[in-house]
């Protein structure tokens, strides 16, 4: 996985700097851009996957206002989502919740999910949605992609699992899903029938706060 997009860097280095015709040479930058993304993303997930499991990363639980949280994360994906001819529904208008936890694990967990819907949907929509369940924050990120057969629904949350090698990644990306979750005190899952999408969901402890947004 890394091997590969090195090569390519080299080559199209090689490449541009033969070239003196400017958009020409702009589509080997353009290589090189995003070799270096998937590189950058790959060694991410291996960093992440090492502190998470082998040394024990601590959580870093402070206040954060629910709704400011989500509509960060549903702009960002909106335009990512729209860019490739998708819709994208935020279902989270009353957010108006003071919690506290993690809120750059629970973005982390998000954006993990939400860069795979839009990664394995090619046409129809994604959806990003939470309720709050008795004592528990249900989130949910749902899709209308390829969906995969009930047969692997135990094996996407493993280490170096990827149903689909054509796409690229770690098969990390899940797996530290599920244990940043376990380690915030929830579970996770999926509903995901073929052909027709996933439903990727997550619990997490509700701890509502009562405090100014000064305060914050």
Request: charge should be neutral; aromatic fraction near 10%; glycine fraction near 8%.
């Amino acid at each position: 996985d890394i091997r590969g997009p090195i090569g390519n860097i080299h080559n199209c280095a090689d490449l541009a700097s033969e070239t003196r015709e400017k958009k020409k040479r702009e589509i080997y930058l353009q290589d090189i851009r995003y070799s270096c993304n998937h590189i950058l993303h790959l060694v991410n997930d291996l960093m992440d996957a090492y502190r998470i499991n082998e040394v024990g990363e601590m959580l870093n639980d402070t206040p954060f206002y629910l709704d400011y949280f989500l509509w960060h994360i549903s702009n960002d994906f909106l335009r990512k989502a729209n860019s490739k001819g998708l819709i994208f529904y935020h279902v989270h208008e009353n957010s108006s919740l003071t919690v506290k936890g993690d809120a750059d694990k629970l973005e982390q967990v998000l954006a993990n999910l939400l860069t795979n819907a839009i990664k394995f949907t090619t046409k129809g929509s994604i959806r990003l949605g939470y309720e709050i369940h008795g004592k528990m924050l249900y989130f949910y990120v749902a899709d209308t992609g390829c969906g995969f057969p009930e047969s692997q629904k135990q094996k996407v949350f493993e280490r170096f699992v990827r149903l689909d090698s054509a796409k690229p990644g770690t098969g990390l990306g899940l797996a530290i899903c599920r244990t940043i979750v376990e380690k915030m005190g929830g579970c996770i899952g999926v509903e995901s029938e073929e052909g027709k999408g996933s439903c990727f969901w997550f619990t997490i402890p509700y701890i509502p706060l009562c405090i100014e947004k000064n305060d914050i």
